[in-house]
T-cell receptor
């Protein structure tokens, strides 16, 4: 079945630095990529939607200059958290939508900013 | 905008018993998809079942089945013969066929505990 590889699974960074999270669709073309943020025991909060070759569409309240999303190819999308602060610590999940309109989720990235 | 409501923050079920998780949604659209996702402690999202709104027949996947009541905008998940591996957080989700991007709208989730 469809697989999305998300890396890293865990990352600890210092406050003020930037962190890049990658999501790769391994056996299908991801026409659309969704990025979510999830706090413990809470639901997934959509941050942004990106289509290959286009600028991402951010949800209301999400800082686009802080959370940079790149979807340069049909198999790779990245989320860069710039100038990270402790409040950015969270679990980030990507979800890729292929041409069959199914959704495949990455395994998530636990970001801790110290 | 569409909303999805899961009114049960937590549920418990005895192993081998049956449990039903509730989900209601609000939409003015007539055609859409509904999903149930499972998120175990690993936090990997796993598709449990999917229902197309135009299909009257309730979807079934092995021990998992749904009760889709379109007029009532209700989409409950029944888990039969519960197993320890069913313990997870379950999310109900809605997908419009009209909105650009086809994003999923998730409910708040229900934590399911399975007792041995």
């Amino acid at each position: 079945g469809a697989v999305v590889s998300q890396h890293p699974s865990r990352v600890i960074c210092k406050s003020g630095t930037s962190v890049k999270i990658e999501c790769r669709s391994l056996d299908f073309q991801a026409t659309t990529m969704f990025w979510y943020r999830q706090f413990p025991k809470q639901s997934l909060m959509l941050m942004a939607t990106s289509n290959e070759g286009s600028k991402a569409t951010y949800e209301q309240g999400v800082e686009k200059d802080k959370f940079l999303i790149n979807h340069a190819s049909l198999t790779l999308s990245t989320l860069t958290v710039t100038s990270a602060h402790p409040e950015d610590s969270s679990f980030y999940i990507c979800s890729a939508q292929g041409r069959d309109y199914g959704y495949t989720f990455g395994s998530g990235t636990r970001l801790t900013v110290v | 905008a569409q909303t999805v409501t899961q009114s049960q923050p937590e549920m418990s079920v005895q192993e081998a018993e049956t449990v039903t998780l509730s989900c209601t949604y609000d939409t003015s659209e007539s055609d859409y998809y509904l999903f149930w996702y499972k998120q175990p402690p690993s936090r990997q999202m796993i598709l449990v079942i999917r229902q197309e709104a135009y299909k009257q027949q309730n979807a079934t996947e092995n021990r998992f089945s749904v009760n889709f009541q379109k007029a009532a905008k209700s989409f409950s998940l029944k888990i039969s013969d519960s197993q320890l591996g069913d313990a997870a957080m379950y999310f109900c989700a809605y997908r419009s066929l009209m909105e650009y991007g086809n994003k999923l709208v998730f409910g708040a989730g229900t934590i399911l505990r399975v007792k041995s």
